[in-house]
């Protein structure tokens, strides 16, 4: 596992597309329950914990918990959680790509040590949200597709929720390591995590518009 981190670096180091990553510092958004600023304002530090994940998703929560945890366990073989953090906060690179606010919510503007963030092509991280194969090129998606048609499989996210198809499903999973490499591209839109949000690092506080 620790080739991610190898991987992740040299390449990061190669991309242009990539140059924040050595930068000193970033800047991030990120939108978040008006209960993180509760925490900051008491601790210091607000962290994401498995009660977030279950209110965000609901009855569906069981489902992403999966995906969320096979994230934590593989990011943290490239920027190190801290110890007790659970679950990353989610951010955006640029203020436009964050949610709207609603009641109950601010938006944090963060600047934050550069090797403390892990950016990565949203489209990926839906592809594993939906179990997913993240192919490495057109080729490979046509070839994997194959498979899937080999085995009558029309629903692409039934290779991963069931038992059925073991080898696929192992497939499915080594693919997403792909996350982690800046020169695959679904979406081609950038998104970033963190561990946690510290009260230094917070430049500004959105609220709500009052109606």
């Known amino acids: 596992m620790n080739n991610y981190a190898d991987r992740y670096h040299e390449l990061s180091d190669l ?15 990120t939108t978040q329950d008006q209960r993180a600023l509760k925490e900051l304002e008491a601790n210091g530090v607000y962290r994401v914990n498995l009660r977030s994940i ?13 995906a969320y945890r096979w994230f934590s366990k593989a990011a943290n073989n490239v920027v190190p959680k801290p110890e007790g953090v659970e679950f990353p906060v989610w951010a955006a690179l640029e203020k436009e790509l964050t949610f709207g606010l609603i009641e109950g919510q601010v938006r944090f503007e963060l600047e934050v040590d550069s090797e403390k963030v892990l950016i990565f092509d949203s489209g990926k991280w839906d592809y594993i949200l939906n179990y997913w194969y993240i192919p490495k090129d057109s080729k490979d998606m046509e070839e994997f597709g194959k498979k899937l048609e080999v085995n009558g499989i029309r629903n692409k996210s039934q290779v991963y929720l069931t038992n059925f198809y073991p080898i696929l499903k192992r497939e499915v999973e080594k ?36 109606k």
């Open 175 to 210: 693919s997403w390591e792909r996350l982690f490499d800046p020169n695959i591209k679904i979406s081609g839109q950038d998104q970033a995590t963190l561990w946690e949000i510290r009260s230094e690092w917070i430049k500004d506080v959105t609220y709500p518009m009052q």
């Open 15 to 29: 991309s242009n597309e990539r140059n924040e990553v050595i930068m000193s510092k970033i800047k991030l958004w």
């Open 54 to 66: 279950t209110k965000k998703y609901d009855s569906c929560s069981d489902i992403y918990l999966h």
